[in-house]
């Protein structure tokens, strides 16, 4: 069993930053995949990013690439996801979540973008941001 637990989310302006971490409890967290997903209200959760067991391999939808860095910290037993020039868009519920498909999988495979691909999830944190 896997608990992750979000943090960082918050208020601010557009163009700003925030860094969000994933906390996870359990022996087998350096083993899962790691993804992050959102969801904004009225929409469906959305893939925003995944790492893999070792922080080889990431990946990032379209629309947050070159601003969001997802890394990982297996010591810590904590994934975070840096959010860099913040749009109004990028408001929503950002969720954490660790996967079993992905385990010891050293790439980023289709399944790892989706929410299927993933056992375990946080409660989620808000970001908001302002125009």
């Known amino acids: 069993q896997v608990q992750l637990v979000e943090s960082g989310g918050g208020l601010v302006q557009a163009g700003g930053s925030l860094r969000l971490s994933c906390a996870a409890s359990?022996?087998?967290?350096?083993?899962?995949?790691m993804g992050w997903f959102r969801q904004a209200p009225g929409k469906e959760r959305e893939f925003v990013s995944a790492?893999?067991?070792?922080?080889?391999?990431?990946a990032y939808t379209d629309s947050v690439k070159g601003r969001f860095t997802i890394s990982r910290d297996n010591i810590k037993n904590t994934v975070y996801l840096q959010m860099n020039s913040l749009k109004p868009e990028d408001k929503a519920v950002y969720y954490c979540?660790?996967?079993?498909?992905?385990?010891?999988?050293?790439?980023?495979?289709?399944?790892?973008?989706?929410?299927?691909?993933?056992?375990?999830w946080g409660q989620g944190t808000q970001v908001t941001v302002s125009s």
């Open positions: 979540a660790a996967g079993g498909v992905g385990r010891f999988s050293p790439v980023i495979t289709p399944s790892m973008r989706t929410l299927d691909g993933y056992d375990y």
């Open positions: 359990g022996r087998t967290f350096s083993s899962f995949a």
């Open positions: 790492i893999t067991w070792s922080g080889g391999s990431t």
